[in-house]
């Protein structure tokens, strides 16, 4: 597992009715290891109850040597530590820190750009955008969904991006309160033709599901589709909404074979620990390889993590934290 930083709190401000901007400032020995590309995530750590839990979010503020690094932290019902980061981070305090982390990037510069994203996946696509902008991508077009007006988050720094970019940037913002949840005629009315787009999407599932269908019935290559897609827990991108496949696993552990039921969008790992299965595991986001078994049958979602390379995926080792159900039967083996 790569090394945390204790990294210091220089700001928090507050983002729409439930959300935080949190700004950390890496010292000069720690800057080094800060380093990131617009559309990767940090892996926070607090403790709660007693236990050291770790998540992920994404990184909003600019690539910029010296400057703070910032992460956008929404709560959510039950998330243990969203809800902590808004209701106890301060400037002044610190907090352990991974490096950062994730494949969430632009895949080329050159291209116009479309975005797609759902109350607090606007983090890693505010930050594609800025990018993307940047780079001189001739356009970009930004769906940005939220439950309400009020709840929607980086509104001003949307609005000093639009400003900077004029007409190379198109924002087009829904509320699910006033209009209801957007379908994916709806989406397609409200962007550019995605032929010869890169389209990007972060957000819950579902609104991922329905803009990545409807984007592929207007033709866009589904090759040129990306998604960021966090750990299924309380607090990740996108969440366990139970509609999800659901299949049966089989684990191969310590001599015996277990059958557990995976729900919902729950990854392999949640499904072992929720059926009472004592499977080796320490971060639960992908950052180590405590949770490394063999898939032997079966097919899988793998997210991103830091650990396997094309190799070890090739040889069927997986990160049972970062893994999730495709349908039917399943079965992995632990060494």
Aim: charged fraction near 20%; proline fraction near 5%; charge should be negative.
């Amino acid at each position: 597992m790569k090394p945390a930083h204790s990294l210091k709190i220089v700001q928090v401000i507050p983002q729409g009715t439930g959300a935080v901007l949190v700004s950390f400032g890496p010292d000069s020995r720690q800057a080094r290891h800060f380093a990131f590309e617009p559309g990767q995530y940090l892996t926070l750590a607090v403790r709660v109850n007693g236990n050291e839990e770790w998540r992920c979010y994404s990184i909003t503020s600019e690539s910029s040597e010296g400057e703070p690094i910032s992460v956008l932290v929404r709560r959510v019902q039950s998330g243990l530590v969203s809800n902590w980061i808004c209701d106890h981070a301060h400037s002044g305090d610190y907090m352990r820190v991974l490096p950062p982390a994730g494949r969430f990037t632009l895949a080329r510069w050159d291209h116009a750009v479309l975005l797609f994203a759902g109350g607090s996946g606007i983090a890693p696509i505010f930050a594609l955008a800025r990018h993307a902008l940047a780079q001189g991508a001739p356009r970009v077009s930004l769906f940005y969904a939220n439950r309400d007006r009020a709840s929607a988050m980086l509104m001003a720094e949307l609005d000093g991006l639009r400003q900077q970019a004029g007409a190379r940037l198109d924002v087009h913002f829904w509320y699910d309160a006033e209009q209801g949840l957007p379908s994916p005629d709806e989406l397609q009315r409200h962007v550019t033709d995605p032929r010869g787009c890169d389209v990007y999407l972060c957000g819950p599932e579902p609104f991922m599901r329905t803009a990545a269908a409807s984007m592929a019935r207007a033709g866009c290559d589904p090759a040129c589709m990306h998604r960021e897609i966090f750990s299924p827990g309380e607090d990740a991108c996108g969440g366990n909404d139970g509609s999800g496949v659901e299949a049966l696993l089989t684990v191969k552990m310590k001599g015996k074979s277990h059958a557990v039921a995976v729900k919902g969008y729950e990854s392999l790992l949640s499904a072992m620990l929720n059926a009472g299965l004592s499977a080796p595991h320490a971060c639960k986001v992908g950052e180590c390889a405590s949770c490394v078994c063999h898939l032997e049958a079966g097919e899988v979602e793998r997210l991103d993590n830091s650990v396997l390379d094309e190799d070890d995926v090739a040889s069927g080792l997986l990160l049972a934290c970062r893994t999730r159900a495709r349908h039917g039967r399943i079965c992995v083996r632990f060494d």
